[in-house]
């Protein structure tokens, strides 16, 4: 059979093609629908939040950093509760990482504050003596994009269903109604920082990178 | 073989990506070196402002030696085995010869729009998936091109049977698109943006979670397997043969090997997702198979080891069988390291750790690495026509990059095991012992001595690019083409 197929390329292609598209399809199709159900009482993240994850992609913090605690005790001892599946229901991309050169940040929100952030931020090693965190003042001046982030939440809304709006859930509205709402939150969080630039450009109507990133790592919880 | 003497084949496409080969060679190993440096003096990071942090450059590394060096050495290889084994020349069919041109210049425009979309951190951040949608679509159109180009050239062929090295070559293509496809699928969302003015290059998964997670490493893993493994294999099984003027050992084995490792590879993608939120039974599925994995692995290793026999005093003389048996090796290493990575209660302590990057780099450096330059190695006498500039610096680099790698992998090996105890030891009160910060804090040793090895390792790739140059501008010149053995001055 097999040198019967080498001479017939098209058939060892269809053939090749088979074996090997049969494990994908084995592995993916059955759970793919049950995985994606958001656990009760999960939102969706707010504008300010998402302009925070896009930073977080931006600057690949996902190439040191996991967000995904495994159901061990010295796990659930140092980082808080193990993940579950339906916390990432609106994680799109999925952001869990594959290396720990720095802690995991799956439930940061939950024992770090703004402060802590944006000291560490400036200079990690000031906060963590021994650090090897790089440090990123850029995000202090770098304005945050907000309205590719709007536009990452309709996407979600509109093509995914994320139930932005409903009733309980995350609001989002136009982008006039979402950019308002969006600096409100941010103006909270410049209020417990200490930087004047960021609190000057964020009173001006525009929001620097580090405030919505210090956001959307407050959300993780 | 009467067929082959009139036929003079067209290796202008195969110097276009050499070159590449070994330009993205040069950029994604240096980026990897100031990147191992980082991590041991971290003040490395802050020298070019947001450009030059380790986050940044992490991922032009990983695409510029997956995509940019090891692509590169794949279509350089495909372009001459293809014609080689499948007895045509390219400059028989005009309209093949403007496809292979076509596939190489959207090839390097790709790669250099990545090198410089990724600077600016413009990325979707899936591993080795991390360039935006416009670029994506891009790698569809020469990944098509060259689709084109493999099932033209077969369909052109003079040798009934398709040798083993096309097989390989045919599974990449094939897998390779399917799985890009799928995990590339995205929404760009400036559709969806109403009237705000937002960046036409962003996008999001189309699937969210637990999902995208089991999707990316569906694809991750298995983009190592089609694009580190099976076209490497594919190579090995031209090129081992054709420098020792050996046999390829056993048919059976090679056909036991292929479709072993074909069925079984898919599978395996799920040990990257163990302990995480995907269904108990991928995560056990993808260890057990992950295992069964060795079975397919070793059978091409042993395959090529045993085509030595009865010759293995080649190994002294030529550096250039030293480059392809040492891959073989390491091939062998890897293939079981991976295995035992894979096994739930060690991956328990090795997931997150240094040594995952020890161990993908024993396999990229040592098996991808070293094979792809000796088949350049091989290539270049026949391609320009001249002999190998210098033996005896193909022979140090062959020993400087060996050490290089020793020291990488072991280094991290030491480094991703300290780390994994450390972070659930206990001490006699029940309290972890070691805040996160000690358990950086202790691998500074380690980190240095990996920059180091890598540091060897991209020395000796400048000891490959300077031989591979001297050699096509001023090698001495050949009047025919060698059997066997490559030809090298002293």
């Not at chain 2, 969302?189 to 937002?198: I, M, N, R, V």
Request: hydrophobic letters at 50%.
């Amino acid at each position: 059979m097999f040198h019967w197929l080498e001479q017939r390329p098209f058939f060892f292609a269809v053939m090749l093609f088979l074996t090997v598209a049969f494990a994908g399809f084995i592995e993916i199709v059955p759970d793919f629908a049950k995985a994606s159900q958001p656990v009760v009482g999960k939102k969706p993240f707010t504008v300010l939040e998402l302009a925070g994850k896009q930073v977080y992609i931006k600057d690949s913090c996902n190439a040191c950093h996991s967000q995904l605690i495994r159901p061990f005790k010295s796990e659930t001892d140092r980082y808080g509760m193990y993940s579950l599946s339906g916390e990432y229901a609106y994680d799109r991309p999925f952001v869990w990482g594959s290396k720990r050169t720095g802690p995991d940040l799956h439930r940061v929100g939950n024992y770090r504050t703004t402060d802590w952030h944006e000291n560490h931020m400036m200079d990690p090693a000031s906060v963590v003596p021994g650090s090897i965190m790089p440090k990123y003042p850029h995000m202090f001046t770098n304005i945050a994009d907000l309205a590719t982030a709007y536009a990452n939440a309709n996407t979600q809304k509109s093509v995914f269903g994320v139930p932005y709006d409903a009733k309980g859930m995350t609001k989002l509205g136009s982008w006039k109604e979402a950019k308002a709402q969006a600096l409100e939150d941010a103006k909270k969080i410049a209020d417990e920082m200490k930087n004047q630039t960021v609190k000057d450009e964020v009173a001006a109507g525009k929001v620097p990178e580090i405030v919505a990133l210090i956001a959307y790592l407050n959300s993780l919880k | 073989m009467q067929s082959n003497a009139q036929l003079e084949y067209d290796y202008s496409v195969v110097k276009m990506f050499t070159f590449t080969t070994i330009l993205f060679g040069i950029i994604g190993m240096l980026i990897g070196v100031i990147l191992a440096f980082q991590l041991a003096f971290p003040e490395l990071s802050n020298l070019f402002g947001e450009y030059g942090t380790f986050s940044r450059l992490r991922p032009i590394h990983t695409n510029g030696v997956a995509f940019g060096f090891t692509l590169s050495g794949i279509f350089a290889t495909w372009y001459y085995v293809g014609q080689r084994t499948l007895k045509m020349s390219l400059s028989e069919s005009p309209f093949l010869m403007k496809v292979a041109k076509l596939h190489f210049w959207l090839y390097f425009i790709t790669i250099l729009l990545a090198v410089v979309t990724l600077i600016l951190g413009i990325t979707t951040s899936k591993e080795y998936a991390e360039l935006e949608w416009p670029l994506d679509l891009l790698v569809v159109v020469w990944w098509v091109l060259w689709g084109v180009a493999m099932f033209g050239m077969i369909g052109m062929r003079r040798e009934r049977a398709i040798y083993v090295s096309i097989w390989y070559f045919m599974s990449s293509f094939l897998a390779v698109a399917m799985l890009y496809l799928f995990n590339n699928m995205e929404v760009p969302t400036f559709l969806w943006s109403g009237d705000a003015p937002s960046s036409i290059m962003h996008s999001i998964s189309m699937y969210a979670g637990t999902n995208d997670a089991l999707v990316q490493w569906w694809y991750g893993h298995n983009a190592v397997a089609f694009v580190f493994t099976t076209p490497i294999i594919a190579m090995i099984y031209y090129f081992l043969p054709k420098e020792s003027g050996q046999p390829v050992f056993s048919y059976k084995l090679s056909v036991l090997a292929f479709w072993g490792l074909m069925f079984v590879y898919l599978w395996a993608g799920g040990h990257h997702l163990l302990y995480s939120t995907v269904p108990d039974w991928m995560q056990t599925m993808g260890s057990a198979m992950s295992v069964v994995l060795i079975l397919p692995s070793w059978g091409s290793a042993i395959n090529m080891l045993l085509t030595m026999k009865g010759e293995w005093q080649q190994l002294q003389t030529s550096p250039l069988i030293k480059f392809m048996i040492m891959a073989s090796t390491f091939y062998m290493l890897s293939t079981i390291e991976g295995p035992i990575q894979a096994i739930k209660s060690v991956n328990a302590i090795a997931h997150f750790t240094d040594w995952i990057p020890g161990h993908v780099h024993d396999g990229t450096l040592g098996w991808v690495g070293f094979m792809v330059m000796a088949s350049l190695y091989h290539m270049a006498p026949r391609i320009y026509k001249r002999e190998i500039y210098s033996k005896s610096l193909m022979e140090t680099q062959f020993w400087l990059q060996t050490v290089g790698i020793v020291l990488y992998f072991t280094s991290m090996w030491i480094a991703g095991i300290t780390q994994g105890m450390m972070w659930r030891a206990y001490d006699e009160y029940g309290s972890l012992l070691y805040s996160f910060i000690d358990t950086v804090e202790v691998l500074h040793p380690y980190y240095t001595l990996r920059g180091i090895g890598g540091l060897f390792y991209l020395i000796g790739f400048f000891m490959f690019a300077f031989n591979m140059y001297k050699t096509a501008t001023s090698g001495r010149v050949l009047d025919k083409e060698p059997a066997n053995a490559s030809p090298m001055a002293s």
